[in-house]
């Protein structure tokens, strides 16, 4: 039974030991922040914070799916599901997609608000981290607008910053789907740009949301894939737009071509505050929807592992390995290691030829997602598990050569918030990328040239490994 709203999300992780009630008062200015930060950090539960300082009848849902045990409870899996069925999981799902259904009434539009009555401040917005540039509203979200020519809908995660009772400030990259829309269909035309934005959306729409799925394919059809049913819609109220039934908050308005506001800096995704406050878009917001009693869900963005991270994890390795599967890649495994924030991708791989890391990694860098967000690739022999990454470590160490194993492309796209770039690449969006080549020339002698793996499972005879493994309690040993 998949989970309409977080309301029934959060009893399942309760039940689950992966949600904890906060019943004392918890201050919006930066304790909330950082109880999601050191929870993330250790390995905790999510939390629900039930006493909001200034904010009576509001609650804060923190750490929505900051582990894999939470993600899978969302997409109806034993919480102790190994990552890797997660996310084949997830595949198998977001490969057939279902068109979402429209409703009249909506709990999202229990409570009406518009013209004057307009206040973003009626919400408890954290001050998120120490020194960001002000109180995020959007954490945990997603930003909804349409191509004015096609009809396209797009869903994605772009920050947005509180500014004053009816503005927010957001970072809309170029590059990103909403950017291209905005920037060349509105901003050229000196026209604003409609917009919605999800607040606390079911977990499953929130993850599809950062899927990068691709122009001209709906996110919606893609959360009612992963769901295993249509994604109940209802219209807007101001905007021609339509907005998860089940979301706790609904902003309506418009995106300002002609209007900056400084915003930033955040702690963002990378686990840097790297991009300074600038003059970034402005949202006019020109109505609010809610649910009674609201509860408002952030994530705190920051070292890994954290929301975004897992989030990037799953839909971003989605999106890889159909990449490569449509080119004939003969993979075993793909993994976008959440400590590795979406910028790093492992794929373990037969080799019928030399340098298909090569491939590999070009494939990886030429798509969409790759070209913007992913800058390293490694790629590993078959018998190498991509999802343990001792393993992984193991084989970059041991069979990557230090001089012909690693291929540099310079000069090539990057994303201005990666930390390691300068002032200077960050503005002009210059990076560079790199493959890291783990696999054996298949020119090297199997019996002379390539080395005998020592393992357990390589080393020894199937009778020394059964006779162990048969004995193994008996010795003493408890797993």
Known sequence: MPFKDNRQYIEA????????????????DREVGAIVRRTNEKSGPAFLAEKIKDYPGHRIFGGPVASFRRVATALGLPPETHPAEIMDTYYERASNPIKPVLVKDAPCQEVVITGKDVNLLDFPAPMVHEGDGGRYLSTWHFVITKDPDSGWVNWGMYRQMVHNERHLGGLILPGSDCGKVFYEKYVKHN???????????????????VASVGAFVDEVDIAGGIMGEPIELV????????????AEIILEGEILPDVTVE???????TGFRSSPRMPRALYRVNCIT????PILCMSNMGIPIDDCAITVSIAWRSMVKKILLDIGIPIKGVYVPPEGIGHLVVVSTETPYNNIATQIGMAIFSSRMGNLWMHQVIVVDADVDAYDMKQVIHSVATKCHPTRGIRVIDNAPSNPLAPYLSLYE?????????????????????????????????????????????????YGFKD
């Not at 992780?13 to 919006?28: A, P, S, Y």
């Not at 219209?235 to 089940?246: N, Q, R």
């Not at 915003?263 to 995704?269: A, D, K, L, Q």
């Open 191 to 209: 026209k604003p740009m409609p917009f919605a934005v999800a607040i606390s959306p079911d977990p499953l729409s929130a993850i599809a949301s």
């Open 263 to 269: 915003e930033g800096p955040f702690g963002e995704y």
């Open 290 to 293: 809610h649910r009674k009693d």
């Open 426 to 474: 960050r503005t002009w969006s210059k990076g560079g990328k790199v493959i890291f080549d783990c696999t054996w020339p298949l020119d090297w002698h199997r019996e002379i040239e390539v080395p005998f793996k020592s393992g357990f499972n390589t080393i020894y005879s199937e009778e020394i490994q059964k006779k162990v493994l048969d004995n193994w309690k008996k």
């Open 13 to 28: 992780l309760e039940k689950n030991g992966d949600l904890i009630r906060i019943k004392q008062e918890v201050d919006w």
């Open 235 to 246: 219209k807007c109220k101001t905007v021609d737009l339509e907005v998860p039934a089940h």
